[in-house]
């Protein structure tokens, strides 16, 4: 089947716009994450969906960064008055999320770039 | 800080040849993975070890797990240049409900 699919695959947006970020998981993935990856860094979680508990927001950067799912399907992103220092990978994944013994699955991410 | 960091941070080695990353952590797992990132795309997942193997292995792919020195490493033997790739592995720790990721290794395969 289709995997977890992100869109757009790159944005550029000008310092202080807002932007939002979709994710398309895999059907019947019950968690969905996303995470942040710098260019040649690690990825950094942001944050975590699991069906209709409430979010793990532990690892947004700040408030302008939010995030929503719709039940156990699609999630968006929104980074509010984007900074420069927001420009990176952004890549979400989802998985069965059987006490995290199943593997993520990845989109290819979004490429934003704040100029 | 990070919870799962690779060594080394680049490696380049011949075809054919064996390559070894490693991976320490901090605190007590779950379990640690290892996914492959090829460049400008997302992450595959390769192979999964719980807290309570030691070894397990997956085609070309051998990974073991030491958890009285909090260290994993990947094995990949006979390698190819389509392995080129940069390689994480990632952690889940206690009651965390999130993977962390290393820094990364990457590899170079050189045909």
């Known amino acids: 089947g289709a995997g977890v699919s992100q869109s757009p695959s790159n944005k550029v947006t000008e310092k202080g716009k807002d932007v939002e970020l979709r994710c398309d998981p895999i059907?019947?993935?019950?968690?969905l994450y996303w995470y942040r990856q710098r260019l040649g860094q690690g990825l950094e979680f942001l944050i975590y969906f699991q069906g209709n508990s409430a979010p793990d927001k532990s690892g947004l950067p700040s408030d302008r960064f939010s995030a929503e799912r719709t039940g156990e399907s699609v999630s968006t992103l929104t980074i509010q008055r984007t900074q420069q220092e927001d420009s990176a990978v952004y890549l979400c994944?989802?998985?069965?999320?059987?006490?995290?013994?199943?593997?993520?699955?990845f989109g290819n991410g979004t490429r934003l770039t704040v100029t | 800080s990070q919870q799962g960091e690779e060594d080394p941070q680049a490696l380049s080695i011949q075809e054919g040849e064996n390559a070894t990353m490693n991976c320490s952590y901090k605190t007590s797992i779950n379990n640690l993975q290892w996914y492959r990132q090829n460049s400008g795309r997302g992450l595959v997942h390769l192979i999964l070890i719980r807290s309570n193997e030691r070894e397990k292995h997956s085609g070309r792919l051998r990974v073991t797990l030491d958890t009285s020195k909090k260290s994993s490493s990947l094995l990949i033997t006979a390698s190819r240049a389509a392995d080129t790739a940069s390689y994480f592995c990632?952690?889940?720790?206690?009651?965390?409900?999130?993977?962390?990721f290393g820094s990364g290794t990457q590899l170079t395969v050189l045909p």
């Open positions: 059907s019947g993935h019950t968690a």
């Open positions: 994944a989802s998985s069965l999320d059987r006490g995290l013994n199943s593997p993520l699955h």
């Open positions: 990632a952690t889940v720790r206690g009651s965390a409900r999130q993977l962390t």
